[in-house]
């Protein structure tokens, strides 16, 4: 038996240790990501976060009700009255569709799981998905290591975390492991080439599409790297394998989702990916024609092509100009246009940048999403150019363009997280190999052979005997390759491509003398300390990565908690206002607010509300924001027309709750103008500042919203003074009564403020009497006489 037989077996069962070793870190992996995202339910309870979740767990307890048939034709009266809201045609189906697979499972296999547990964990199930679907992509560009590397990394990182833990029910969720996934296929049908793979893709895809908005960062980035490698000279039969079915079928099946619909098509966020297809059928066509043709014919055939390429690029241009000129953002969305120019909502879509998701990131925030691994992507992407591939730049590619979206919209910061991860991955997955390398050669280096029977002096003088016959069997080598190339050269013509055979000679005796230098390593103590230092490194980041899942994003904001001296206080005043609503008020009642309180007004309170957080109709919220700031009376007048019957307000000056309607009125005053424009921002402030004290101005202290944050404030603080803590200082307006509204429930918070408005007054019919003073019968006027004729 050679000694290759016998390596073999050790060598099957080690990769077998392996592919064991690996999957059983994968799974370990998986279990960490989803108990890490728990800490909400420990330390709270099982329930829905935030306010675009409760909109999603609604739409899920309809599906799993009435249908997945009743779900595309709903038609929800309770929202944006009176106009109404077709869900299955205004909603990504992608989130709902899933949890109500799971919940259809679970009770088939019975499982007693109610609708709301299994949207509360549907998020962390899907984060060990992400992990190990950035686990496939990472070894698809650097192999096993730094792909369980990186799918660590992405478990834990607190940017994904803030988006994924038990019960954040949002789109997100489920849109990264979609996102990733379809990267991952991407990268493999680029290596293989297989069709097999290009279906799948366009399978993800069409998934990702009907998660998130965020799938136009799909077939955007893409395209890109395609163009990137056409232009680069690194096009392929697998590249083109891997975009064109991507393409087609990606677009027909985005096509079906309703609420893209043509918009696969006809929008300008789509046109990138279309031109890049034309431009590969145009490349594939001139190497086929380049294998086929002699290369006077190709030269002829490349003219051609040129000339019916151009125009056909020309007529397609003035098609796209001709589409996207008939649209005042250019076949833009607002929210592309917004990424694109940082400055434009400002200026021209005030709704978009009200949101504080949608502001730019400070540079604190990248260390509390991403910490160290900001440190370690410079590394990583130096170690994806050695070497060079088509996969090394695709995720390279993916760096750039989220740093960019998220250094322009805060939320972005968790389409940055599995970039950052994978190259943080590939960082530490290079750095650790080349450190254990080293002390691995360090530790085998053989001791110089000192047999105990051979003398000193015998051994210094075999010594020299073994090295000369080393060298002289490395000498005998050398020449002999030397005169193999030397009789090539002289046997192959002199004018004959004399100087190619040179170098190819010369190149690969360069090869060989490359393979036999000995690997550069580092010293043992250097090695040593190096992976001290990086478990130091991982230590510190899986203890910012815990403190940021129980502390900073765990905390519900139904649920609010405060740490005193006396110890932890509870504030529940959002579902104690939506528990009032729902048992003191008619069920057909209309309930107007803040748009940022319409989901969770429906779903816990059950009530039809006037706008909701989709913001599909910027009138209908600047009509809401024009009655929070007119005076009372317009006021009720506003709400009168829209049938309303109770308004509520989210008030923190009693409790220091910043989030509150007072800090964001300024936006319902801009969103307001935009529309109506006889409401000024410049008349609520005061030299060009906000204030809410006795320098406030006139119409700032007679708006509504002031007198319904600010209605007997001054009797419920203890000095009587009305002191907010929020704005720090004391109200201007302290004593007033209310003429058009009546209060009638406080939380006991004070945190959310119930009003209901007043019926109008009684009218008489006809004209109304006049009261005049009696008269004396002196003064009195005769009657006048009836005549027989017409009326004068």
């Known amino acids: 038996m050679t000694a290759a037989e016998r390596a073999s077996p050790s060598k099957g069962r080690g990769g077998a240790f392996a592919a064991i070793l690996s999957f059983a870190t994968l799974l370990l992996i998986g279990i960490l990501a989803f108990s890490i995202r728990l800490f909400s339910v420990i330390k709270y309870e099982s329930v829905i976060h935030e306010f675009d979740p409760y909109f999603n767990y609604r739409v899920t307890q309809y599906l799993s009700k009435a249908g997945i048939y009743e779900f595309w034709n709903w038609f929800d009266d309770r929202t944006w009255y009176p106009l109404g809201r077709v869900i299955g045609g205004t909603v990504y189906p992608g989130l709902t569709l899933t949890a109500g697979t799971m919940w ?36 698809e560009v650097k192999g096993v290591g730094a792909g369980l590397t990186a799918a660590a990394l992405i478990a834990m990182v607190p940017s994904y975390i803030s988006r ?38 366009a399978l993800a895809y069409f998934y990702m599409v009907c998660s998130w908005g965020g799938y136009t960062f799909i077939i955007n980035l893409i395209p890109m790297h395609v163009l990137l490698c056409i232009v680069t000279g690194r096009y392929s039969s697998r590249l083109y394998i891997a975009y064109v079915p991507l393409v087609i079928l990606g677009t027909l099946l985005a096509a079906l989702v309703p609420v893209v619909g043509f918009n696969a098509v006809m929008t300008s ?5 279309f031109l890049v297809f034309v431009i590969i059928q145009v490349v594939a066509l001139v190497h086929y024609i380049k294998r086929i043709l002699t290369q006077k014919a190709f030269r002829v055939a490349v003219a051609f092509v040129l000339t019916v390429g151009t125009v056909s690029a020309l007529t397609l241009i003035g098609v796209l100009i001709a589409l996207v000129a008939t649209s005042p953002t250019k076949g833009w969305s607002g929210r592309s246009l917004s990424l694109l120019d940082p400055t434009y909502a400002s200026k021209y879509i005030p709704i978009i940048a009200s949101v504080s998701e949608h502001q730019p990131p400070t540079w604190p925030s990248y260390f509390m ?17 050695l070497p060079l591939s088509d996969s090394s730049t695709f995720v390279v590619l993916y760096l750039v363009t989220a740093v960019y979206f998220s250094g322009v919209m805060v939320r972005l910061m968790l389409v940055l997280a599995p970039a950052a991860c994978i190259m943080s991955g590939i960082a530490l997955s290079e750095a650790f190999g080349t450190l254990t390398h080293s002390i ?48 090539t050269l002289r046997e192959r013509p002199v004018k004959r491509n004399r100087k190619k055979e040179r170098e190819i000679i010369e190149k690969s005796v360069e090869k060989k003398a490359q393979k036999k230098k000995p690997p550069q390593v580092l010293p043992l103590e250097a090695s040593a300390v190096g992976i001290v230092l990086l478990l130091l490194l991982g230590s510190f980041y899986v203890i910012h990565c815990v403190w940021a899942a129980a ?27 939506y528990a009032w609503l729902s048992h003191n008020t008619d069920e057909n009642d209309k309930v107007a607010s803040w748009w940022d309180y319409g989901y969770q007004t429906t779903a816990m309170a059950n009530r039809t509300v006037i706008v909701d957080n989709n913001t599909w109709n910027n009138t209908h919220i600047a009509t809401v924001g024009m009655a929070m700031s007119s005076p009372e009376r317009q006021a009720w007048e506003i709400y009168q027309s829209l049938d309303v019957k109770y308004v509520f307000v989210i008030f923190g000056g009693l ?138």
């Open 655 to 792: 409790v220091g709750y910043p989030s509150d309607d007072i800090n964001k009125f300024l936006w319902m005053v801009r969103i307001g103008g935009g529309v109506f424009p006889h409401i000024k921002e410049p008349d609520y402030l005061r030299d060009g500042q906000y204030r809410i004290d006795g320098q406030a101005t006139p119409t700032m202290l007679n708006s509504l919203m002031y007198k319904l944050s600010y209605y007997r404030f001054a009797e419920a603080t203890m000095d009587g003074k009305g002191y907010d803590r929020v704005r720090r200082t004391e109200i201007g307006k302290k004593f007033f009564k209310l003429t058009h509204f009546e209060e009638v429930f406080t939380t006991h918070h004070w945190m959310v403020r119930i009003y209901k408005l007043k019926p109008p007054k009684n009218r008489l019919r006809g004209k109304n009497k006049r009261k005049t003073k009696p008269v004396s019968k002196k003064s009195r006027p005769t009657p006048p006489t009836k005549t027989s004729g017409r009326r004068n």
């Open 104 to 139: 259809w499972v679970a009770n088939a296999l019975n499982i007693p799981l109610s609708v709301e547990t299994v949207c509360v964990f549907t998020a962390p199930v899907f984060s060990a998905f992400a992990a190990w679907s950035t686990y496939a992509l990472t070894k």
């Open 164 to 201: 994924s833990v038990a019960g954040s029910y949002d789109n997100e969720g489920v849109a990264i492991f979609a996102l990733v996934f379809t990267f991952y296929l991407y990268l493999k049908t680029l290596n293989t080439g297989s069709l097999f793979y290009a279906t799948l893709n």
């Open 369 to 385: 999403d991403i910490n160290i691994l900001a440190f370690l992507v410079p590394a990583g992407i130096i170690a994806c150019f």
């Open 440 to 487: 691995k050669y360090q530790l085998d280096l053989p001791d110089p052979p000192a047999p105990p029977a051979v003398t000193v002096d015998q051994a210094a003088s075999s010594t020299p005997q073994v090295s000369s016959v080393t060298a002289a069997a490395d000498s005998t080598k050398e020449k002999s390759t030397s005169e193999k190339a030397k009789e």
């Open 269 to 273: 966020e789509h046109f990138a990916s």
């Open 551 to 577: 502390e900073a994003y765990s905390a519900p904001s139904i649920v609010l908690t405060s740490h005193t001296a006396d110890g932890l206080h509870v504030f529940d005043d959002f579902r104690e206002a």
